[in-house]
C-alpha cells in the first residue's frame, strides 16, 4: 500500500520519536511512558485515518494532568528527572498540533534535545548506539522536510542524512579532543540515583542477598602484575558495630575522640598496584584492595581513612570514575593492647538472641574463659559451622526478631550476612571484640583484556575479631559453611527467567565468551572515551609540540582549528555557488552533447524541445526514441508531482547511452 507522502513522513517521524523514548523508559516514571505511548499511538491513528488534530484544550488539559503528575512524582519541576520527564511528554504533545513545517522543525529539536538527556543517566556504548540510530533517524526526517515536492523515497533523504553525519563526524572529534575539560564528561548536577542498588551504609539481615539479583557492575579491576589468589581479594567499604537487634549501623562511639580505637596499619611485604573503573553509586566510598596505607590517586578529589580502614572522599561518586592504588594483602591494624574504646565492639541489646547467649556459656565452659582462649574459641566457632549441617543459601526465609538464634539452631542456612551477623554476636557473646565488614569479594576475570570484572552480586559481609597483640584480625565465617564462595569463587545465582534460561541452555561457554568479549569492548569504550579527561588532552598537545600546556593552549588550539574549518567551509561554499544545481548541470551536459550533433543554440530550449529536435534531427532510430524518453523523463523529474524517477537514475541512464560519433543528418 503507497501511502500520501504526508502520512508516511509523520509515521516515521512517529517510529523516530517512539526509539528516542524508548530508550528513556528506565528513567522515567510510568505513567509518562504510558502516556507518551498513547499520545503517539492516537497521532498515528489520526493520520491514517485523515482526521483532524484534537484542539487546544485536549492539549492543555493533557499538560496540565502532566505538570501535576510530575509534582506529585518528583516533588518538583525543576531538577534533572522532573526536566526530563517534561520534556518527554512536551515532545510527543507537540506532535498532536503537527500541521505545518514550522511544527515540524520544532518536534526535530525538542528530539535533539531529548537525545541529550540520555547522557545524564549512561555513558554506555550501548546507549550511544541507540542514540546514534536515533540521531541518523531524526536527521533523515529532517533532510526529508527540506526535500521538494513530490515523493522522494526516505533511503534518498537517509543517505544524504548519512552523509551529513559522516561530513560532521571529524568536527565532532576535534571538538570532543581539544574542548577543555572542565568537569568529567557529561558532568551534570544529580538529583540522586534512586533506584540504584548497591551497598548500604547500614546491614539488616537479608539486605545484601538481594543484591545477587543485580548482575550490574560494581567496578572492574586491572593488576599491573600477577592478581593475588581469589581469597585475598576483599574490597573493604562500610564497617559496622553498632548493633539494634534488627540493624547493624556504622559505630557512634560515647567516648571521647581521643579515646577512640585508631587504625595503626602496619603493612609489610611488596605493594600490588592496581587500577579501578568505578560505576557510579550514591555514597562516597572508595572500595579498596585490604588493605591500602596511602590514598588511592582519584582524579580532582582527595580520599580519607577512617580509622575502621574505609576509605571515602567528600561527596558522593555520581560519575564513573578511574584511580590508581596500592594494596598490601599482609598487614595488621588496630590497638594490641585493649583500650577502653573495644567496650563498643562487644556491646549487645539485651533480650536478643537469648539461645546464642547460652550457647556462648557452654563455649566457655567447654574451651576456658578469657584472652588465652580467644582462638580456641574461634575455631570452635568455625567448626561448628564446618560440621554443624550449616548451608549457604540465597533464600533462607525471612527471619524473626531472634537472627541469630535462628540461624545457630533453627534454620541452619543462610546468605553471607546472616552468617557473619551470627558469627559476630557469637564472639560479643564471648566477650570477644568484633565487628562486621561490608565490601565485596571476588570477581571474575575476562581474559579478553585481563580486568577483573566485580559485581553488586559479588557484594559480601565478612567478620574482624580483635587479638591481644595482634589488633583486629578478618575472619570470614562464609569460608566455612562455603569454601567455594571464597575460594573457587562459587557464586549462588538468582533464579532465571525463562528467556535466559532459554540462552544459558545454548552453550554457557559460548554465552561466557560472548559477555566476555562484550564487556571488553565496553570496558574500553569506558577507559578510552569516558575516561577522556583534560589531562589526556593536556599530553595530546605535550605530543604535538607543545612544552607546558594549560587549558588556555587547548582552547586557543580549538580556536585555530575552527577558524581554518570555517574558512575551507567557506571556500567550499563560494565554489558550490558557482557551480549550478544538479539538474541544471545534467540538462546542461546533454545540451553540449545535442550541440556535438548539429544543435546551434539550445541555451533557450527547454528538455521537450530538445527531444523534438533529436527526433527530428536523428530520424526514426532507436537512440533517437532513447534520448527522446530520457528527456521527457528529465522534464517529468522536475516538474511533475509524483515522478517516479529519481536524479540519481537519469545520471547513471545518461552515463550509459551510446552517443553517436559524428551528426547522423
Known amino acids: ?138 536527521l533523515t ?163 580519607f581513612m577512617t580509622p575502621e580502614l574505609q576509605w571515602f572522599t567528600r561527596r558522593p561518586m555520581m560519575e564513573m570514575v578511574r584511580y590508581r592504588a596500592e594494596a598490601y594483602t599482609q598487614f595488621r591494624h588496630g590497638p594490641l593492647e585493649p583500650p577502653l574504646a573495644l567496650q563498643d565492639q562487644t556491646a549487645l541489646p539485651a533480650g536478643f538472641n537469648p539461645r546464642t547467649l547460652e550457647l556462648a556459656q557452654q563455649l566457655r565452659r567447654e574451651h576456658g574463659a578469657g584472652p588465652a582462649s580467644t582462638p580456641a574459641l574461634i575455631r570452635a566457632t568455625m567448626e561448628r559451622l564446618r560440621t554443624g549441617g550449616y548451608t549457604y543459601t540465597l533464600d533462607p526465609g525471612v527471619y524473626g526478631q531472634h537472627t541469630a538464634d535462628e540461624f545457630w539452631f533453627d534454620r541452619r542456612e543462610g546468605f553471607c550476612e546472616h552468617i557473619a551477623s551470627s558469627f559476630v554476636i557469637l564472639m560479643r557473646a564471648l566477650d570477644i571484640p568484633a565487628r562486621i565488614v561490608t565490601g565485596y569479594q571476588g570477581g571474575e576475570l575476562n581474559e579478553i583484556d585481563d580486568y577483573w570484572t566485580v559485581r553488586q552480586r559479588d557484594a559480601h559481609a565478612w567478620a574482624e575479631v580483635w587479638l591481644r597483640g595482634q589488633g583486629w584480625v578478618r575472619v570470614d565465617p562464609t569460608s566455612a559453611v562455603a569454601p567455594g564462595r571464597t575460594g573457587s569463587l562459587e557464586r549462588l545465582r538468582a533464579p532465571q527467567g525463562a528467556f535466559a534460561s532459554a540462552i544459558g541452555a545454548i552453550d554457557p561457554g559460548t554465552a561466557q565468551r560472548m559477555r566476555e568479549v562484550w564487556e571488553a569492548i565496553n570496558n574500553g569504550w569506558n577507559q578510552w572515551v569516558l575516561d577522556y579527561t583534560q589531562g589526556k588532552q593536556l599530553d595530546l598537545l605535550k605530543n604535538i609540540g607543545f612544552e607546558s600546556p594549560s587549558w588556555i593552549d587547548l582552547a586557543y588550539v580549538l580556536i585555530g582549528v575552527v ?56 530520424g526514426d532510430t532507436e537512440f533517437a526514441h532513447t534520448l527522446g524518453a530520457w528527456l521527457l523523463r528529465l522534464e517529468a523529474q522536475r516538474y511533475a508531482p509524483h515522478s517516479p524517477d529519481t536524479l540519481a537514475t537519469l545520471q547513471a541512464e545518461f552515463r550509459q547511452m551510446t552517443w553517436p560519433k559524428k551528426d547522423t543528418r
Open 563 to 618: 577558524v581554518l574549518v570555517s574558512l575551507v567551509g567557506a571556500g567550499w561554499t563560494l565554489w558550490e555557488r558557482q557551480q549550478h544545481d544538479p539538474w541544471l548541470r545534467l540538462l546542461a551536459r546533454s545540451r553540449q552533447r545535442l550541440q556535438g550533433l548539429g544543435l546551434d543554440d539550445s541555451a533557450h530550449l527547454t528538455p521537450r524541445e530538445l527531444a523534438r529536435w533529436a527526433r527530428e534531427r536523428l
Open 1 to 138: 500500500m503507497s501511502l500520501p507522502r504526508d502520512t508516511r513522513d509523520t509515521l516515521f517521524l512517529l517510529a523516530v520519536i517512539a526509539w528516542v523514548v524508548f530508550m528513556q523508559i528506565g528513567h522515567i516514571p510510568w505513567w509518562c511512558s504510558a502516556l507518551t505511548a498513547v499520545v503517539l499511538v492516537w497521532r498515528g491513528a489520526l493520520t491514517l485515518r485523515g482526521q483532524p488534530l484534537p484542539g487546544w484544550r485536549w492539549r492543555v488539559g493533557l499538560l496540565a494532568m502532566t505538570l501535576v503528575a510530575t509534582w506529585l512524582t518528583h516533588r518538583t519541576l525543576l531538577g534533572r528527572d522532573a526536566g526530563v520527564t517534561l520534556i518527554v511528554v512536551l515532545l510527543a504533545l507537540k506532535t498532536l498540533e503537527l500541521r505545518a513545517r514550522r511544527d515540524a522543525f520544532v518536534v526535530f529539536f525538542l528530539g535533539f534535545f531529548t537525545l541529550l538527556t540520555h547522557f545524564f543517566y549512561s555513558q554506555s556504548l550501548l546507549t550511544a548506539a541507540g542514540i546514534l540510530i536515533a540521531l541518523l533517524g531524526l
Open 141 to 303: 526526517a529532517l533532510v526529508n522536510a527540506h526535500m521538494p515536492v513530490g515523493r522522494p523515497p526516505l533511503a534518498q533523504a537517509a543517505r544524504i542524512a548519512a552523509g551529513m553525519a559522516a561530513l560532521g563526524a571529524p568536527i565532532m572529534l576535534v571538538a570532543f579532543m581539544l574542548f577543555p575539560r572542565l568537569s568529567p564528561l557529561w558532568g551534570v548536577p544529580s538529583d540522586g540515583m534512586e533506584g540504584r542498588s548497591g551497598l548500604s551504609g547500614k546491614m539488616r539481615v537479608g539486605q545484601i542477598a538481594e543484591l545477587v539479583l543485580d548482575d550490574r557492575l560494581a567496578f572492574r579491576v586491572r593488576f599491573d602484575s600477577t592478581a593475588p589468589p581469589q581469597r585475598d581479594l576483599y574490597f573493604r567499604g562500610p564497617v559496622l558495630t553498632d548493633f539494634d537487634g534488627v540493624e547493624w549501623k556504622p559505630l557512634r562511639s560515647a567516648f571521647p575522640p581521643h579515646m577512640e580505637l585508631q587504625a595503626d596499619l602496619v603493612v609489610t611485604g611488596e605493594p600490588i598496584r592496581y587500577e579501578v573503573t568505578m560505576e557510579p553509586h550514591p555514597q562516597p566510598w572508595v572500595f579498596l584492595l585490604e588493605a591500602a596505607d596511602k590514598p588511592p590517586e582519584l582524579p580532582g578529589m582527595r580520599a
